[in-house]
């Protein structure tokens, strides 16, 4: 049984940092992308990063955020900095065999964790 489980978020004051980290078991997750997405109240859930043998990023977050992982321990993290108001959002972990030109589409990743809340105050 594959399962991803989020950890990380907080409250945090608007410039300050959050780093989430996501561990993964169940499967061989090496070859898999790897992604956050976020959804905020009222909201579309929206890609944030992806980590392939590449990163990719949203142009809202990029030069803030840093996707990373670690094939050996099954985890992928993201270091935000200089964190918004805007970033203010429930955030996912999701992974599948996702080719690298679809990693911003959410409904190509077959697995999900449950989000961690992240809050931005300003």
């Known amino acids: 049984q594959v399962q991803l489980v989020e950890s990380g978020g907080g409250l945090v004051q608007a410039g300050g940092s959050l780093r989430l980290s996501c561990a993964a078991s169940?499967?061989?997750?090496?070859?898999?992308?790897m992604g956050w997405f976020r959804q905020a109240p009222g909201k579309e859930r929206e890609f944030v990063a992806a980590i392939t043998w590449s990163t990719f990023y949203a142009d809202s977050v990029k030069g803030r955020f840093t996707i990373s992982r670690d094939n050996a321990k099954n985890t992928v993290n993201l270091q935000m900095n200089s964190l918004k108001p805007e970033d203010t959002a429930i955030y996912y972990c999701a992974t599948g065999a996702v080719a690298g030109g679809s990693v911003r589409r959410a409904n190509d990743y077959g697995y999900w964790g449950q989000g961690t809340q992240v809050t931005v105050s300003s």
């Open positions: 169940g499967r061989t997750f090496s070859r898999d992308a």
